[in-house]
């Protein structure tokens, strides 16, 4: 099994700043891309920000220039949000493509639970 973790959320002024971070563990020989989506009520699930294994970064163009994920060791990751805007009201979720084993032909996509982040005007 393969649990992620998130923390962080909470509410936030507009123009404020919060940094959530998630933690994978379990069954884990390596992990390819992580990310972190947003969803809001009635919306699709939609990327943020990804970051793969070679610390290759993309983002979503709402959130470029305000937001940066990172990760260390291999298994956290990190999202660190700046100027944040009441659009970003959502709840956020980590995403990982963890591959079980040395010889796993392919990684499988794990979801955390997702931590709700608030943005007042």
């Known amino acids: 099994q393969v649990q992620l973790v998130e923390s962080g959320g909470g509410l936030v002024q507009a123009g404020g700043s919060l940094r959530l971070s998630c933690a994978a563990s379990?069954?884990?020989?390596?992990?390819?891309?992580m990310a972190w989506y947003r969803q809001v009520p009635g919306k699709q699930r939609e990327l943020v920000a990804v970051?793969?294994?070679?610390?290759?970064t993309n983002y979503a163009d709402s959130v470029k220039g305000r937001f940066t994920i990172s990760r260390d060791n291999g298994k956290n990751v990190y999202l660190q949000m700046n100027s944040l805007k009441p659009e970003d009201t959502a709840v956020y979720y980590c995403?990982?493509?963890?591959?079980?084993?040395?010889?796993?032909?392919?990684?499988?996509?794990?979801w955390g639970q997702g931590t709700r982040v608030t943005v007042s005007s």
């Open positions: 970051i793969t294994s070679d610390g290759s």
């Open positions: 995403a990982a493509d963890v591959k079980y084993y040395s010889y796993s032909r392919s990684a499988l996509r794990h």
């Open positions: 379990g069954r884990i020989f390596s992990i390819n891309a």
